[in-house]
C-alpha cells in the first residue's frame, strides 16, 4: 500500500490515485465526497454497487434523499470512523466513513461500501493510512483555493460596495483578469441564512455548495462571494435573462440549501434588477437586498424575492427595520383593523382595492351577492371614517395594508 501512496501524483490525480489504490486493495468501491455528500472521485465496482451508488454515478451526484440522510446522520460532525447504516428503502448498503479533517478543518469524507464480510482489523488500518494521506493533499489544495475564494470574495464585495473608486478598480480586476465580462447583462442574487444552530463555517460550506452550480451556465457567467452566513452571486447573462428562470434558480439555490442544511434554518433570496453593464451591479446588489427583506417579510414570496416584482414595497422597504413598525399604519386602518374582529371586512376591503374598486368583480371573487357587499364596505366607511370613492382614501388605506403585510413577519437575522 505504500508503494502507491507514494505514487499518487498532486491534485485530482493523487486523490484519484489514493481512492483507486485502496479499492483494489480492499476489494471494495471506495468513494471520496466533500463535505456535502457530493462526489469527488470514486473508484470501479467490485460487485457491491447499490442503487444510490449507481445512481450517483450516473448523475454526477447522489439524490437529495440520500444526500440529507447522510448529513442527518451528523456524518459531517464526526471525528473518528463510524458505520453509516443502510437504507433498503434508498437503496443504500452500509458504509464505513472516514471523516477527513486537518487542522480543524472538515475536508471530505473516505466512503468505503461495507456491505457483505465486516472490515478486518487490518481492513480499517489500510483505510486509515489512506484517509491521512487524503487529508494531506486535500488541505494543501483547501490552501490553495481559499486564498483564491478570498480574492475572489474581496473583488466581489468591493464591485457591490458603497465605494464608487473601489468599485471602478474592482470593476477593471474582474474584467482584465477574465473573471468576468462587463456585459450586457448583469444581475445579483443576494442569498441569506438565518436560525442555523449547527458548527460554525457549515453555512458558509453550505452557501458555496449551492452556489457553485450557477459560476457557468449555458447562457451566463457567475461569481459567488460567500460570508458567514450570506452570499452574493453576480452574474452576467448573454442575453436578458426571463423573470421565470431566474425564479427557478433561486429555487434550486433554496432547495440546495435545505438539503445541506435540514429543514431549520430560513433561507431569503432576493434578485436585484437587471442592468446592462457590470459596473451597475452595485445597483443590483443594493436591489437584491431589499427583495431579499420582501422574501423574509412576506410569506406568500415563499422565500424568494424578486425586484422587479415587488411593486410598492420596493419603496417602504427602503426603510429601515426600525422605522417599520406599527406607527406607520393610518389610524383609519388601525380602527379596521383593531382587536382582529373585522377579518371579514378587512378581506372585502382588500379585494375591492385590489379590484380598483369595481362592485361587480369585488362581488365574484368574494362569492357574495351585491346587496351583502354594499352592507360590507358601509360597514368599512363607517369605523374608518373614509369615504371609499375618493381616490386618496382609497390610496390610504390601500397603502395601509401593504404595510401591515410587510408588520406581520419581523425579520430574522440577517437580510
Not at 30 to 48: A, E, Y
Request: aromatic share 4%; glycine share 10%.
Amino acid at each position: 500500500m505504500q508503494r502507491w501512496i507514494q505514487r499518487a501524483r498532486s491534485g485530482g490525480e493523487a486523490l484519484q490515485a489514493l481512492v483507486d489504490g485502496l479499492a483494489e486493495e480492499l476489494g471494495r468501491s471506495v468513494v471520496l465526497d466533500d463535505p456535502l455528500v457530493r462526489m469527488i472521485c470514486t473508484s470501479r465496482h467490485f460487485g457491491d454497487e447499490d442503487r444510490v451508488r449507481v445512481r450517483a454515478l450516473l448523475q454526477g451526484v447522489a439524490d437529495d434523499e440520500t444526500i440529507r440522510y447522510v448529513l442527518s446522520q451528523g456524518v459531517a460532525q464526526w471525528t473518528r470512523p463510524g458505520v453509516l447504516p443502510g437504507r433498503e428503502d434508498l437503496g443504500l448498503q452500509p458504509r464505513y466513513c472516514v471523516p477527513i479533517r486537518e487542522r480543524g478543518h472538515m475536508l471530505g469524507i473516505l466512503v468505503v461500501v461495507a456491505a457483505g464480510e465486516p472490515l478486518t482489523q487490518a481492513e480499517t488500518a489500510a483505510i486509515d493510512r489512506a484517509a491521512s494521506a487524503v487529508a494531506v493533499e486535500m488541505y494543501a489544495e483547501r490552501l490553495a483555493s481559499d486564498g483564491d475564494e478570498e480574492h475572489t470574495r474581496r473583488l466581489v464585495s468591493r464591485l457591490v460596495g458603497p465605494d464608487s473608486a473601489q468599485r471602478c478598480a474592482a470593476h477593471r480586476r474582474l474584467v482584465d483578469d477574465g473573471l468576468l465580462p462587463a456585459g450586457p447583462h448583469v444581475v445579483v442574487t443576494s442569498v441569506a441564512v438565518s436560525g442555523q444552530r449547527g458548527p460554525s463555517g457549515q453555512v458558509a460550506v453550505a452557501l458555496r455548495g449551492a452556489l457553485e452550480p450557477f459560476r457557468q451556465t449555458r447562457t451566463a457567467r457567475g461569481l459567488p462571494a460567500v460570508d458567514q452566513d450570506r452570499a452574493a452571486l453576480v452574474q452576467v447573462f448573454e442575453r436578458e435573462p426571463a423573470e421565470e428562470g431566474l425564479e427557478q434558480q433561486c429555487r434550486a439555490i433554496v432547495r440546495s440549501l435545505t438539503t445541506f442544511l435540514g429543514p431549520g434554518p430560513a433561507v431569503v433570496v432576493g434578485v436585484g434588477g437587471r442592468r446592462t453593464a457590470l459596473a451597475d451591479a452595485w445597483i443590483s446588489y443594493e436591489q437584491a437586498r431589499v427583495a431579499a427583506r420582501a422574501a423574509r417579510r412576506l410569506p406568500r414570496l415563499e422565500g424568494v424575492g424578486d425586484w422587479e416584482r415587488l411593486g410598492e414595497y420596493a419603496v417602504f422597504l427602503q426603510l429601515p427595520d426600525s422605522a417599520l413598525n406599527d406607527s406607520l399604519l393610518p389610524k383609519p386602518l388601525r380602527r379596521l383593523l383593531a382587536g382582529g374582529g373585522n377579518s371579514r371586512l378587512e378581506e372585502t376591503l382588500r379585494c375591492f382595492l385590489e379590484n380598483a374598486g369595481s362592485v361587480p368583480r369585488t362581488a365574484e371573487v368574494l362569492e357574495v351577492h351585491r346587496t351583502s357587499l354594499y352592507y360590507r364596505l358601509r360597514q368599512i366607511q363607517e369605523v374608518t371614517g373614509l369615504d371609499l370613492d375618493n381616490g386618496a382614501h382609497r390610496l390610504v388605506l390601500h397603502t395601509g395594508l401593504r404595510l401591515w403585510d410587510l408588520l406581520q413577519a419581523p425579520p430574522e437575522g440577517p437580510a
